[in-house]
């Protein structure tokens, strides 16, 4: 009986880790696909016409929608830290622009850093009323993470600010004023971007590499599985025909 019960409880167990390994394969398959359709905004990016931002923030699906807003600069230039484009540090430009009553952060693309840790880039910015183009998409990552407070918030000067991680509250009380949730990544072809980054933005397929590594691992523990029952309840019929 209690040979049984421990037989019950071991398939139980295995059943639910086999159980868990299935559901990550499936969720990661599930995320490849939303990757695969941000990949397919992002290369059809530029094949439709320009829509105002303030259209665009209407809809939910807006992710790399080619838009334009009309505006200006403002004051600082934040320096998002620790990006690398071909082996070299660098970072990723970021400043206010302001339309009407609303603010939002445009990411202008790579600058090179120095080795020197106390001097940011010199960087060009017009501060005139303009319409810039360029797209929308959620905020870069990098840097470091971890807990956003006042050690990684370096100021240099009223109009250069380093950053180690890009958290829009935390932004927000620094510019005193509100941000939309989505970054405007500046167009390549805009007078003031630098060198926007040609990566690609969606890994799919490593999505789909990653579900079947999680496929593979409960095939093999579900065989291991079955094959220490299947001892098990063999050693039990042997003990009883002994008995």
Same mark, same amino acid.
């Given at each position: 009986?209690?040979?049984?019960?421990?037989?019950?409880?071991?398939?139980?167990?295995?059943?639910?880790?086999?159980?868990?390994?299935?559901? /990550?394969? *499936?969720?990661?398959? +599930? %995320?490849?696909?939303?990757?695969?359709?941000?990949?397919?905004?992002?290369? &059809?990016? +530029?094949?439709?016409?320009?829509?105002?931002?303030?259209?665009?923030?209407? $809809?939910?699906s807006s992710t790399w929608k080619k838009?334009?807003?009309?505006?200006? @600069? $403002?004051?600082? &230039? @934040? @320096?998002?830290?620790?990006?690398?484009?071909? %082996?070299? *540090?660098?970072?990723?430009?970021?400043?206010? !622009?302001?339309?009407? &009553?609303?603010?939002?952060?445009?990411? =202008?693309?790579?600058?090179?850093?120095?080795?020197? =840790?106390?001097?940011?880039?010199?960087?060009?910015?017009?501060?005139?009323?303009?319409?810039?183009?360029?797209?929308?998409?959620?905020?870069?990552?990098?840097?470091?993470?971890?807990? @956003? +407070?006042?050690?990684?918030?370096? $100021?240099?000067?009223?109009?250069?600010? =380093? #950053?180690?991680?890009?958290?829009?509250?935390? #932004?927000?009380?620094?510019?005193?004023? %509100?941000?939309? &949730?989505?970054? *405007?990544? /500046?167009?390549?072809?805009?007078?003031?971007?630098?060198?926007?980054?040609?990566?690609? !933005?969606?890994?799919?397929?490593?999505? !789909?590499?990653?579900?079947?590594?999680?496929?593979?691992?409960?095939?093999?523990?579900?065989?291991?599985?079955? !094959?220490? #029952?299947?001892?098990?309840?063999?050693?039990?019929?042997?003990?009883?025909?002994?008995?």
């Amino acid at each position: 009986m209690i040979k049984l019960r421990l037989i019950i409880l071991y398939s139980l167990t295995l059943l639910t880790a086999v159980s868990v390994l299935v559901s /990550l394969g *499936f969720w990661q398959i +599930d %995320r490849g696909h939303q990757k695969e359709l941000l990949n397919s905004s992002y290369l &059809n990016r +530029d094949s439709t016409s320009p829509e105002s931002l303030i259209e665009a923030l209407k $809809v939910e699906s807006s992710t790399w929608k080619k838009i334009y807003v009309e505006g200006k @600069f $403002v004051k600082p &230039n @934040f @320096f998002l830290d620790n990006s690398i484009n071909e %082996r070299q *540090f660098g970072y990723q430009l970021i400043t206010p !622009f302001v339309y009407g &009553n609303n603010t939002i952060l445009v990411l =202008r693309g790579w600058v090179k850093g120095s080795s020197n =840790r106390s001097i940011l880039p010199n960087v060009n910015t017009s501060y005139d009323i303009k319409k810039i183009t360029g797209y929308l998409n959620q905020p870069p990552y990098t840097g470091i993470s971890g807990v @956003f +407070d006042k050690s990684t918030i370096e $100021v240099f000067k009223k109009d250069k600010i =380093r #950053i180690q991680k890009l958290d829009r509250i935390r #932004i927000e009380d620094v510019l005193g004023r %509100r941000l939309e &949730n989505q970054i *405007f990544y /500046l167009h390549s072809d805009e007078p003031d971007a630098y060198l926007v980054k040609s990566d690609q !933005f969606t890994k799919q397929h490593k999505h !789909f590499a990653y579900a079947t590594q999680w496929f593979c691992m409960a095939l093999v523990l579900l065989v291991i599985g079955i !094959f220490n #029952i299947w001892k098990k309840v063999i050693n039990g019929s042997k003990k009883t025909s002994t008995t």
